[in-house]
């Protein structure tokens, strides 16, 4: 089976979650927070120094995928860790990010969050903006959203 | 007292909150979800068309201010959007992300739930990144992180 290198230079199999991997400690990660359901530590090639990832220990792809009564654990340690960034590091404040399926790196749900300080330079890429066409164009998107908000 | 025009030409007090406004009806906005705590509507400004802002009702500026009891009632609606926009936009997955104090553009808690499809230009400047200078450094960020979050 094709295997490669993890940080510290054990190996996971390519088929293997490398996140399950860091949860159940058999790779090595800078956890910050671990409680029963819950697993921090840091990225290690972050956005900026003390960018933390939140992973819940079950294996779920994504945010949609986690189960309803698994949603306050999660995010109660994600909204610890927004609030610890900016004392730890003396930073302004916070960027909390889950990228689903698109530009999401590994498959195993995610909370980046990444400390923040005034003109650190990502204020002008981070947000490219479009326009809608007009106010048709602006009601025809809301009512599918909000038809597909009712569907579920 | 200072005005500005709101999206519908209304005017709101540029002392008070847009979002505050839009939840009590007081400015029209294309509203695709609301219950007795949350409500999201469409970003009038989208990354993407179809880019929701999930919001609480209650006023609070950031995600570490958002009380505890409020955590599973506020991202549930964030996971639902997830869920909803690819189905309802045709689109692959989700970015959600939320701004605490820097780059956030309203001072009331709101998460943007963004839909996504791939090759759609995003990629490459969403995510720049530093390097750690050796272990060390790594293991002086987990530290203090790790103080904090045990601190709260």
Chains 1, 2 share one sequence.
């Not at 956890?31 to 939140?54: C, N, Q």
């Not at 990010?97 to 790196?105: D, F, H, K, R």
């Not at 326009?131 to 579920?152: H, M, N, Q």
């Amino acid at each position: 089976m094709f295997t490669f290198p993890s940080p510290n230079q054990q190996t996971v199999a390519m088929t293997e979650c490398v996140f399950c991997a860091i949860v159940e400690r058999r790779v090595d990660a800078s956890i910050v927070w671990e409680d029963h359901a819950v697993v921090a530590f840091l990225d290690r090639s972050p956005v900026f120094k003390g960018h933390v990832l939140v992973v819940p220990r079950a294996h779920v792809e994504t945010l949609p995928a986690l189960p309803t009564d698994s949603v306050a654990t999660f995010f109660t340690v994600v909204q610890r860790v927004a609030a610890a960034l900016p004392e730890a590091l003396d930073a302004h404040g916070t960027f909390v990010a889950i990228n689903n399926v698109v530009s999401q790196s590994v498959p195993h749900l995610h909370a980046h969050v990444v400390p923040r300080r005034r003109k650190d330079g990502l204020r002008g890429f981070f947000w490219p903006r479009v326009k809608y066409d007009d106010a048709d164009d602006v009601a025809t998107f809301a009512a599918r959203v909000r038809d597909a908000l009712r569907a579920e």
